[in-house]
């Protein structure tokens, strides 16, 4: 079918415009309830509306984490995002997910994560260091995304996007730090750090969600995780290696854990939190840099540039618990624009259920 907005030859069946995003009217009630979200909303829990609320419920959010779950259910999860199972705005929960599947990715990638150091460090076989350091590098990053993916309430990013923004998008912002870190040869200090990172992220970021498509501020704190979860395991891995060639495995082992440990509270939550003010002050309009200048982005950027700077200062790496308390301070912040989120799908679902047609004029 063709989308009335932009043109796209779109298959038959999609909900979703593949190239804009524009939503196609069905009339078809029946097919609605048999699509794949329906029945993926069977394995979620239903709150009862007396009881809804986007307020955090901390000890509540991660419920579900030690409960036993099917391998059905995973794979119901990994369906949604996708033209054909995208809910639509009316369908989607307004209170507060409650993930589970981030910590059995984690499960996983650490087992693969012991055997190749048991590879090495038992067996004595090099071989398995190339493997060691790039699932080091990148069990906590994407575990950490894998929260980020289930809190995206809208359901309307698929895994396969998610993959594809963290290997392109990582590697991206990489080289755009690169070629600002070479203009700024001469300069580098904390300050000069935290802006040319966080600048080569938000850029990044910028071009991933610049379609109307991604107009929640979930969306955009979902794809900056993904860059900086991208940005943070890249990095990890380079300096893994060069603590391998430089010293021994003790000093590769050490670089992995440190900086996983970290991870979370770095790169990925920096660049998420620009992602949601991108989206933020973009709305469900095409992206426009003038957007840029708008206090709510502007405030994010200056913040998680100020987070990144202290975090290489001197300052912070001389106190004990300096850059674990920087690290609960940007999850606050991120916890905060969660919550914005869900009050901005729960705004939106109220004023399309009170919206009214006008009445139309015989005159």
């Known amino acids: ?40 909303a069977q394995y979620v829990d239903m709150v009862p509306s007396s009881h809804r609320s986007v307020e955090p419920k901390f000890r509540n959010i991660f419920s579900r984490v030690f409960r036993r779950h099917s391998d059905l259910e995973a794979e119901r999860l990994f369906i ?43 067996f004595g076989n090099i071989n398995f260091i190339p493997g060691l350091i790039i699932v080091g590098s990148f069990a906590v990053p994407f575990s950490t995304l894998m929260f980020f993916w289930e809190m995206n309430a809208p359901q309307n990013i698929a895994m396969y996007k ?22 700024l040869r001469n300069n580098i200090n904390p300050i000069t750090i935290g ?4 600048l080569s992220k938000v850029i990044t970021v910028i071009y991933f969600v610049r379609h109307k498509k991604y107009k929640y501020v979930l969306n955009g704190l979902l794809l900056g995780a993904a860059v900086g979860s991208g940005f943070a395991a890249f990095e990890t891995a380079g300096y893994a290696l060069r603590a391998l060639l430089s010293g021994n495995f003790q000093t590769l082992m050490f ?31 095409k992206f426009e840099f003038n957007m840029l200048l ?45 919550r914005f989120g869900l009050k901005e799908i729960a705004e939106k679902k109220w004023e399309l259920t009170n919206y009214q047609e006008p009445r139309p004029s015989y005159e």
């Open 294 to 338: 708008k206090p709510k982005f502007v405030r994010t950027f200056i913040f998680v540039v100020l987070m990144h700077a202290l975090w290489d200062s001197r300052l912070v790496g001389a106190l004990p618990l300096g850059q674990f308390i920087l690290m609960v301070i940007s999850w606050i912040f991120v916890f905060r624009t969660i």
């Open 1 to 40: 079918m063709n989308c009335p907005q932009c043109s796209y030859s779109n298959p038959e069946g999609v909900k979703y415009c593949l190239n804009c995003g524009n939503r196609f009217i069905n009339d078809n009630s029946q097919q609605e309830q048999n699509s794949h979200f329906y029945e993926f």
């Open 162 to 183: 998610i993959v594809y923004v963290v290997l392109i998008g990582g590697i991206l912002s990489m080289l755009v730090a690169l070629v600002f870190y070479d203009i």
């Open 195 to 198: 802006i040319v990172e966080e």
């Open 255 to 285: 670089t992995i854990l440190v900086r996983s440990f970290f991870a979370p509270g770095g790169h990925i939550a920096w660049a998420a939190l620009t992602g949601a003010a991108i989206c933020m002050v973009k709305g469900d309009k």
């Open 80 to 122: 949604v995002g996708t033209a054909l199972t995208t809910p639509s705005i009316e369908e989607v929960k307004d209170t507060w997910p409650k993930p589970w599947l981030f910590a059995r990715v984690f499960l996983i990638v650490l087992i693969a994560y012991l055997g190749f150091y048991l590879g090495v460090s038992l």
